[in-house]
């Protein structure tokens, strides 16, 4: 079956680095687009970002374009998300994803905040 365990959060002052790693199995990782959605308190769970299947073609959401960086290693079954110059509105659970059309899988969410 799909599984998906998130890694990498924490508390972190703003302007700082954090990288969260996904790994998957249960599936051919290489075969689909990944994404990363996160969800702060309060509000809907929102796309961050998304990957094809070998990495070619990447997309963000306009509030994190040039400071977040998704990428895979489809060898080691993992997605990435490189996220620098973090703002407090940053700060929210992340949530790794793929979709089997509208059937989507998720992890369990690693949480980030950013505070000083």
């Known amino acids: 079956q799909v599984q998906l365990v998130e890694s990498g959060g924490g508390l972190v002052q703003p302007g700082g680095s954090l990288r969260l790693s996904c790994a998957a199995s249960?599936?051919?990782?290489?075969?689909?687009?990944m994404s990363w959605y996160r969800q702060a308190p309060g509000k809907e769970r929102e796309l961050v970002a998304t990957?094809?299947?070998?990495?070619?073609?990447?997309n963000y959401a306009d509030s994190v374009r040039g400071r977040f960086t998704i990428s895979r290693d489809n060898a080691k079954n993992t997605v990435y998300l490189q996220m620098n110059s973090l703002k407090s509105e940053d700060t929210a659970v992340y949530y790794c994803?793929?979709?089997?059309?509208?059937?989507?899988?998720w992890g369990q969410g690693t949480q980030v905040t950013v505070s000083s």
């Open positions: 994803n793929t979709q089997r059309g509208s059937l989507g899988y």
């Open positions: 249960g599936f051919t990782f290489s075969s689909y687009f």
């Open positions: 990957i094809s299947w070998r990495g070619a073609t990447t």
